[in-house]
C-alpha cells in the first residue's frame, strides 16, 4: 500500500519544490476565482442608513468586488434622490471604479458630468468640493493618457 501511495509523492527536493509551487499556485487561482465569482447583493435592507450605503460601498472596493460596490452605489442614488451632495459622491465613486478598471470612456462621461453639475448649479456651495476636485484632476489624467498615447 505504501508503495502505491509513493508514486503520487515527490521524491527528490526539487521534485518537491515543484510539488509546492503547484500547490500554491491552486490555491492562489482558487482565491482569485473565488474573489471574482462574487455577485453582488440580491436585496438591500431597507433600513440602510446613508452612511451605510457609502460603507459597504468602500468595503466593496476594497475588496476588488467592483460591481456590488457599483449596486450600492447605484441603489443609493434610487433611495435617496433628494441628497443632492451625497449623489454628487456617489456618481464620482462610480466614475472612480470606471476610471480604475480602465473603462476610460465611461469614467470620462462620468467626470465631465459631475463638472457640469458643479458648474450649472444654482448654489454649489451645498456640494462637496472635494468631488469637482477630484473629478478635474482624474479628467486631467485622462486626457493626458490619450495625449500620449
Known amino acids: 500500500?505504501?508503495?502505491?501511495?509513493s508514486r503520487y509523492f515527490p521524491k527528490t527536493r526539487n521534485q518537491h519544490r515543484a510539488f509546492h509551487s503547484l500547490l500554491g499556485a491552486i490555491a492562489v487561482a482558487a482565491l482569485l476565482l473565488t474573489t471574482a465569482?462574487?455577485?453582488t447583493p440580491q436585496?438591500?435592507?431597507?433600513?440602510?442608513?446613508?452612511?451605510?450605503f457609502f460603507q459597504r460601498a468602500q468595503e466593496n472596493m476594497d475588496e476588488l468586488n467592483w460591481d456590488s460596490a457599483m449596486f450600492y452605489l447605484e441603489e443609493f442614488k434610487v433611495r435617496f434622490p433628494d441628497d443632492q451632495a451625497n449623489i454628487a459622491a456617489a456618481d464620482y465613486q462610480i466614475s472612480l471604479i470606471h476610471y480604475k478598471l480602465d473603462r476610460f470612456d465611461q469614467a470620462e462621461e462620468g467626470f465631465s458630468d459631475i463638472?457640469?453639475?458643479y458648474e450649472s448649479a444654482e448654489d454649489p456651495s451645498v456640494l462637496p468640493q472635494w468631488v469637482e476636485v477630484l473629478s478635474?484632476?482624474?479628467l486631467n489624467k485622462i486626457e493626458e493618457a490619450r495625449k500620449e498615447s
Open 43 to 52: 436585496e438591500i435592507p431597507e433600513d440602510l442608513s446613508k452612511q451605510e
Open 115 to 117: 463638472i457640469a453639475r
Open 136 to 138: 478635474r484632476k482624474l
Open 37 to 39: 465569482c462574487q455577485s
Open 1 to 5: 500500500m505504501i508503495e502505491a501511495h
